[in-house]
């Protein structure tokens, strides 16, 4: 166990609309018994894009005692949920609102928001 940066789930906020999961490329995050939950903390990677999407307040960073990141854990986690057909709530681009399905999109943060933008509008985010 390591001191890092994870992401806390308020339970009493948390309304399990499930927009979290999609963000969290990792796949630490799923709805059991209608509410958000870091399934295993080596998933986490803390960088928080989930954090931005949740409309409840719920998500957060806090430091504490955890399991390490493992990459392989990713890696083998994708390939169960592959194995599975899990669905997906699609993202959308923040300026433009293009679907992932329609272009790619990139996480950006800004002043601890989380955001998806596109790469179509992410030259005018960038030179403004």
Not at 11 to 29: D, F, Q, R, V
Not at 43 to 58: K, M
Not at 59 to 80: C, G, P, T
Not at 101 to 119: D, I, N, R, S
Request: charged fraction near 25%.
């Amino acid at each position: 166990m390591t001191s890092r940066t994870m992401v806390k789930i308020d339970e009493e906020l948390c309304n399990g609309c499930g927009l979290c999961i999609s963000p969290c490329a990792e796949g630490a995050l799923e709805i059991v018994d209608g509410k958000a939950r870091v399934i295993k903390d080596e998933l986490c990677d803390g960088a928080g894009f989930c954090i931005g999407v949740c409309p409840s307040g719920a998500l957060s960073l806090e430091n504490r005692e955890a399991e390490a990141f493992s990459e392989q854990a990713v890696i083998i986690k994708r390939e169960k949920d592959a194995e599975k057909g899990l669905k997906y709530i699609p993202q959308h681009c923040f300026s433009c609102n293009s679907s992932e399905e329609e272009k790619y999109l990139l996480p950006v943060k800004h002043k601890g928001e989380a955001l998806w933008c596109c790469t179509r509008c992410l030259p005018q985010l960038i030179h403004g």
